[in-house]
Each structure stands twice: as C-alpha cells, then as structure tokens.
C-alpha cells in the first residue's frame, strides 16, 4: 500500500493546496489555520464568555441572593445559567461566534501576514525585521478590516447572550433570523451598533500583536512552551489596557435602536457609566474576560502556528502522506527533515516576494 492509499485525506489536500498559484497558497493557508484556531478556542470559552456579556451589559448576570449562597460571581453564574436554561445556555451566541470568527480569524490573519510582507519587502530587503511600530501598523489595518465586516454577527452574539435576563422583548431566535429581525426593525444603525467603540478596540490588537511577536522571538528557543508564554502575556497586557471599550460596545450593540434608547451614542454611555458607576463600571467583567482571553488566546495562536506548519508541509512539492504504522520521521524527502524550514511555532521565512521560501 502506497502512503498517498494509507491517507487519501492528505492526498487530497495535498493535491488541492499545491493546485494553488504559489502567490495565492501562503493566504490561503493563513486563512484556513486562523478559522480552524479561532473556533476551536470560541467553543471552548462560550460558557465564560455568557457570562462575562451578562456582567458587561446588566452588572450581574444572576440574582444577588443566587451569588450569597456560596461561591464567587463566575462560579455562581456558571451554576445558575446552567440550573435555569441547561447546557444550551451555557453556549448561549457560539453560533455567530464561529460565524463570526471564521472570517474574523481568517481574513485578520491573512491580511496581517500580507501587510507584514508587504512592509518587510518595501526596501527590498527580504531579510529585514520589523519594528514594533510597522507590527502595529498591519494590526490596526487587519483588525479594521475584520471589525467592519462582522460587526453584524457580534450584536447578533451580544443580544442572544442577554437576552434571558431582559425583560419585555420577544426573543431572538438562531443566527440568520435574527439578522434579518435587526436588519428589518432597526436597518444598518442597528446592525452596526457598537462599531465605534469596536474600531477603538482596535488598539487591542495594536497592542496584542507586536508583544506577540516580540515575546515569540525573545522565547523561541522555548518551543511550544514559549508560544504559550507569549500568548498569554501579550493577551492579558492588551485586554486590561483596553477592556472599556468593551463595555461600551457591548451596552450599545444589545440596546441597538429602541425607541427609548438607554445611551444616546458612544460619548453618553462613557459619561454615564462615569456618572452612575464610576471606574468600576468601565472594569465589570474583566476578571471573567481574562479567565476567558488568557486560554483562548493560548489555544489561537497555539493551534495557529501548528495548523499552519501542517498545511505548508503539505503544501510542500516534497510531501509524502504519511503511513499509519511508519515512523513519521522515515516518511519525509530530506527537505522536509530540514527542523530550521517548518519549525512548529515560529513563523516561516519569507523571501523578497512574501511567499514562503522553498
């Protein structure tokens, strides 16, 4: 039995990817390891990030007298949601999540490996090194770009999240339903609520992915525990330094365009938190939210890096599919036991067009 007859999953993909115009693969690939990360770590972190919504939006997301009983303000959430509305509320918004997430995650990560390409090779030089200003720089541009195109899933995800403890409201029912409800009730204001702040929340990323890239270079060495390390730094550092926004976005994407409208725009809801509930108000949450971003963030990028590696083996003309009983290190052509090309986390080295080196 020849390997292509003992892995026709790889064959397949191997013949798919290496189909692709070699300019058009290093995207693709990019996109296809970035959707695959952000729903792994999504449906991993639904039930925290329920119950942070809830924190954000009505200050506590169970009844005081429930927390009194025993336990913190997660732990008691987590039990409540679970007692009142089963496993289902525990996942309450995974759906637009992955809708979301698939292109957020895909279409970032492509166009902030594309922009890195396009900054390293500006001089010429296809061994230069960015700045943490140039790194910063394809970050606000990705996440922009993802932040304007799936505005509509994430007020779609906030309102199915909160739905429960607000009264007076008919209920939202599935993803596309409740787009096209919004759409047709409150048209593209509704549907694009929270978009300032969530542009403003930009800064997180300029702020995630240049520690990113700096703390993976510094701790390369380290392997797969380095990536953790620097996943979790570089998350928690941007969460805390610009959680507000978060708030704020959240507030304004679950009241949308009522008639009676709670806030009046971004500038009142940040005055009125100010006024009612001081700099507490702008925090609510952000303990759940790092319990939540820290994990998620090790599990993205982790599965990132690795999702990545294994399709550019792939993808590589030099790939073998692998048998289900030979050592993995027989199975590769001598290209592919070159560690220094497809090392497991760091990225891999491009040449003056952006494109992979072979």
């Given amino acids: ?19 692709i115009r070699e300019d058009q693969r290093d995207k693709l690939v990019s996109a296809l390891a970035g959707a695959g990360a952000g729903a792994i770590s999504a449906t991993f972190v639904c039930p925290l990030d329920v119950v942070k919504t809830r924190l954000q939006v009505h200050k506590a997301p169970v009844p005081d007298q429930a927390v009194a009983k025993g336990g913190g303000v997660i732990v008691r959430s987590l039990a409540v949601i679970f007692q009142n509305e089963g496993v289902a509320g525990m996942y309450r918004g995974l759906s637009p999540t992955i809708f979301a997430l698939l292109p957020n995650w895909a279409v970032y990560f492509t166009a902030y490996e594309q922009m890195k390409g396009y900054l390293e090779r500006r001089d010429g030089s296809p061994d230069k090194k960015l700045s943490p200003g140039e790194h910063m720089i394809a970050a606000v541009v990705a996440g922009s770009a993802t932040n304007i195109a799936t505005n509509p899933l994430w007020v779609v995800k906030t ?57 993976k270079e510094r ?25 507000p926004h978060e708030v704020v976005r959240s ?5 949308g365009s009522s008639a009676n409208p709670r806030y009046n725009g971004v500038v009142d809801c940040v005055q009125k938190i100010w006024k009612q509930e001081g700099i507490r108000g702008y925090y609510r949450g952000c303990a759940t939210n790092l319990m939540r971003t820290t994990p998620a963030a090790v599990i993205t990028f982790t599965s990132f890096e690795y999702i990545k590696k294994r399709l550019l083996e792939i993808s590589s003309p030099g790939y073998s599919a692998p048998g289900p009983s030979e050592d993995s290190k027989a199975k590769r052509t001598p290209e592919h036991n070159d560690s220094s090309k497809f090392s497991t986390f760091p990225r891999p080295q491009k040449d003056s067009s952006g494109c992979i080196a072979s």
Wanted: glycine share 12%; hydrophobic share 40%.
């Fill in 251 to 255: 507030r304004l994407q679950e009241q």
């Fill in 159 to 215: 309102r199915l999240q909160t739905q429960q403890v607000k009264s007076g409201i008919a209920p939202y029912v599935g993803t596309l339903s409740s787009l096209v409800r919004i759409g047709r009730e409150e048209g593209l204001r509704g549907l694009y609520s929270g978009l300032v702040p969530a542009l403003v929340g930009v800064s997180h990323v300029a702020v995630q992915f240049p520690v990113y890239e700096h703390l």
């Fill in 1 to 19: 039995m020849t390997h292509n007859d003992a892995d026709p999953v790889g064959s397949a993909m191997k013949s798919w990817l290496q189909g």
């Fill in 219 to 243: 701790l390369a060495d380290s392997g797969t525990f380095g990536v953790i390390g620097a996943s979790a730094a570089s998350k928690m550092i941007a969460s805390t330094v610009t959680y």
